[in-house]
T-cell receptor, first 115, second 113 residues
Framework: ETGVTQTPRHLVMGMTNKKSLKCEQH?????MYWYKQSAKKPLELMFVYNFKEQTENNSVPSRFSPECPNSSHLFLHLHTLQPEDSALYLC??????????????FGQGTRLTVV | AQSVTQLGSHVSVSEGALVLLRCNYS??????LFWYVQYPNQGLQLLLK??????LVKGINGFEAEFKKSETSFHLTKPSAHMSDAAEYFC???????????FGTGTSLTVIP
């Protein structure tokens, strides 16, 4: 399997639940990203990992907790979410976060609904 | 700081007509520019990118874009629209400091038979 794979594709969770989103890339990249895509809003960068180290946290609430155990895997742990957190969560990877002009490759996303 | 502005959140064209999707960028350093396409319930797929080589960039599916520094623009075009081109299109910019891609708000393209 190649590219960037996200699981699950769809997730419905209650506000008191704890769940995790998983992202795996088979491209040999060293940088991985989490984006949030809400209707009518630009893609919001949430977190950046470069060589397994978190390099960006764009003021994301603590109810979102990322984990990057190695350069191929990225998780987003979710707990006590709010309905406004419902969105499409996209994972991406690139050669590295300092790569000049290298593009990001995206997974198909996880459609999250918080009820 | 880098940013992109996409003019027109919705564009409709007839099948076979010219597609023109507009993107203007703001960057204090030479930018790297990208166009991505997103089909419903899918991730973003790269159409093409500009990395300071040729100003006219050809991408997949017959799309191309021209970098115009004087106009700070990177508009996406396709000579003849196909029904399968209906999707959401995003312009993005990154800089030579890397690390982040800044996306526009997207343009939804409708192709009318």
């Amino acid at each position: 399997e190649t590219g960037v794979t996200q699981t699950p594709r769809h997730l419905v969770m209650g506000m008191t639940n704890k769940k995790s989103l998983k992202c795996e890339q088979h491209l040999g990249h060293n940088a991985m990203y989490w984006y949030k895509q809400s209707a009518k809003k630009p893609l919001e960068l949430m977190f950046v990992y470069n060589f397994k180290e978190q390099t960006e946290n764009n003021s994301v609430p603590s109810r979102f907790s990322p984990e990057c155990p190695n350069s191929s895997h990225l998780f987003l742990h979710l707990h006590t979410l709010q309905p406004e957190d419902s969105a499409l969560y996209l994972c991406a990877s690139s050669q590295d976060a300092q790569g000049f002009g290298t593009e990001a490759f995206f997974g198909q996303g996880t459609r999250l609904t918080v009820v | 700081a880098q940013s992109v502005t996409q003019l027109g959140s919705h564009v409709s064209v007839s099948e076979g007509a010219l597609v023109l999707l507009r993107c203007n960028y703001s960057s204090s350093v030479p930018p790297y520019l990208f166009w991505y396409v997103q089909y419903p319930n899918q991730g973003l797929q790269l159409l093409l990118k500009y990395t300071s080589a040729a100003t006219l960039v050809k991408g997949i599916n017959g799309f191309e874009a021209e970098f115009k520094k004087s106009e700070t623009s990177f508009h996406l075009t396709k000579p003849s629209a196909h029904m399968s081109d209906a999707a959401e299109y995003f312009c993005a910019v990154s800089s030579n400091t890397g690390n982040q891609f800044y996306f526009g708000t997207g343009t939804s393209l409708t192709v009318i038979p």
